[in-house]
């Protein structure tokens, strides 16, 4: 079973700085099948990056999304208040079956 | 647009057994699965399982293999998740989500989620 490690734990950065967010498999896996989510406290996920770096509709192009092999990043550009929240990585490993990275929380 | 409405909370003793539902409208409900993903509070996300809406196929992640059944009902487009054998750390909250295959099968719709609380 893979494992998503994601880091840092957490992460205190002010409006207007850039972010980078890591995310690393405990194997190899496809890009394609490698997604991003945020989440705000009480609501739930929301889609952000698939195939590790498409932004899903509607999400601001200051997310972006790179990364192959074991080794992924979140990066947001320039830090906007609604930002601070909590990221998810996760891995679609087919049969189906999800795998979640443990999350960064972005905080002011 | 496509909408998932889960049933709301829950308090269960541990021991008993809890049925959670997600309403799904908005797309074509036996074309697509519904994944069942947890949130324990202040933990991140574990996926539970899922569930094919076309022949009723399941997939459970292994810690949860022999207390949780996942159903369907085509007639009121209606996914069932039932937990059974409740201990106080299954005490999360339980979305429901649906995948597009076309993005890598992420889960880009959610429900709302539903509060499950086991306590004696």
């Known amino acids: 079973e893979i494992v998503l490690t994601q880091s840092p734990g957490t992460l205190s950065l002010s409006p207007g700085e850039r972010a980078t967010l890591s995310c690393r498999a405990s194997q190899s896996v496809r890009s394609s099948y490698l997604a991003w989510y945020q989440q705000k406290p009480g609501q739930a996920p929301r889609l952000l990056i698939y195939?590790?770096?498409t932004r899903a509709t509607g999400i601001p192009d200051r997310f972006s999304g790179s990364g192959s092999g074991t080794d992924f990043t979140l990066t947001i550009s320039r830090l906007e208040p609604e930002d601070f929240a909590v990221y998810y990585c996760q891995h679609y490993a087919g049969s189906p079956m999800y795998t979640f990275g443990q999350g960064t929380k972005l905080e002011i | 647009q496509v909408q998932l409405v889960q049933s709301g909370s829950e308090l269960k003793k541990p021991g008993a057994s809890v049925k959670v539902s997600c309403k799904a409208s908005?797309?074509?409900?036996?074309?697509?699965?519904i994944t069942w993903v947890r949130q324990a509070p202040g933990q991140g996300l574990e996926w539970v399982g899922w569930?094919?809406?076309?022949?009723?196929?399941?997939n459970y992640a292994q810690n949860f293999q022999g207390r949780v059944s996942m159903t369907t009902d085509t007639s009121t487009t209606t996914v069932y998740m039932e937990l059974s054998s409740l201990r106080s750390d299954d005490t999360a909250i339980y979305f429901c989500a649906r995948s597009e295959p076309l993005i890598g099968e992420s889960l880009i719709y959610w429900g709302q989620g539903t509060l499950v609380t086991v306590s004696s």
């Open positions: 569930i094919s809406a076309y022949n009723g196929d399941s």
């Open positions: 908005g797309h074509s409900f036996n074309v697509f699965g």
């Open positions: 195939g590790a770096s």
